[in-house]
């Protein structure tokens, strides 16, 4: 908005002179136009956090309120407050954990605060969106978009170019270790297969360590005759 004034002047010398006057005005923001938090790509079943950050543009002391997102019509529960961690994630897509959470703070003037942490808990893959509000006594309610994209990491197991559940290994006793009777034609024989692991999901998934199920924490990858190698993690 744009206001325009004028001013007469009169003088003993000059009998009026009008000056004209035009002034914008702007209405002040604790956060920039458009502003959006946005969250990183986050694992489905986990959270991630992130902080609000605002500034007090005017001159004296502002007390700011962090409001949670309305839950959508019909649909209670999906946005608003949590007491613990664990409640959050059996909850709402975007929250604030009562226990963890700074909601309010007075702003001295020209000064920059935090509040939250706001909690990001997707349920699925997909893009997620809400918006808070900044209650405060300068702006009135002032909102802030947040965004974050729910992702997950699939492995799938491939032997000769096929999907499997299980690596099998149908060989006879005979060409395995020789025959049951009689004399030996050789050692006996190592079978193997080359698994290739592919990624189907979104998000990256690293691979820490390597155990066949029964095996000892000193040889991991080595349990009965089977083995894994080489027996270490990878992404």
């Not at 000056?19 to 986990?46: H, I, N, W």
């Not at 918006?131 to 405060?136: A, G, P, Q, S, V």
């Not at 060989?171 to 270790?177: I, K």
Request: net charge neutral; with cysteine.
């Amino acid at each position: 908005d744009v206001v325009e004034a004028e001013l007469t002047l009169s003088t003993d010398v000059l009998a009026s002179h009008t000056v004209r006057a035009r002034g914008a005005l702007a209405r002040p923001q604790l956060l920039p136009m458009g502003e959006v938090l946005t969250f990183p790509l986050t694992q489905s079943g986990s959270v991630s956090l992130e902080l609000v950050h605002f500034h007090n543009p005017s001159d004296h002391p502002v007390y700011v309120q962090l409001l949670p997102p309305p839950p959508p019509a019909g649909a209670p529960g999906a946005g608003g407050e949590c007491g613990s961690v664990r409640e959050c994630l059996e909850s709402s897509t975007f929250l604030l954990p009562d226990r963890t959470l700074t909601k309010s703070a007075v702003v001295p003037p020209h000064a920059r605060a935090s509040l939250g942490p706001v909690l990001f808990a997707p349920k699925g893959e997909g893009r997620r969106w809400a918006t808070l509000w900044l209650r405060n006594n300068l702006t009135s309610l002032q909102p802030l978009t947040v965004v974050g994209v729910g992702a997950s990491g699939e492995l799938e197991y491939f032997v000769r170019g096929s999907k499997v559940a299980s690596v099998q290994f149908e060989e006879s006793a005979f060409n395995v270790g020789g025959p049951t009777e009689g004399p030996r034609l050789g050692p006996p024989i190592a079978l193997y297969h080359a698994v290739t692991i592919h990624n189907k999901g979104s998000l990256s998934v690293s691979v820490h360590s390597i155990k066949l199920a029964g095996a000892t924490s000193a040889a991991p990858c080595s349990h009965r005759g089977f083995g894994v190698t080489p027996c270490e993690g990878f992404e």
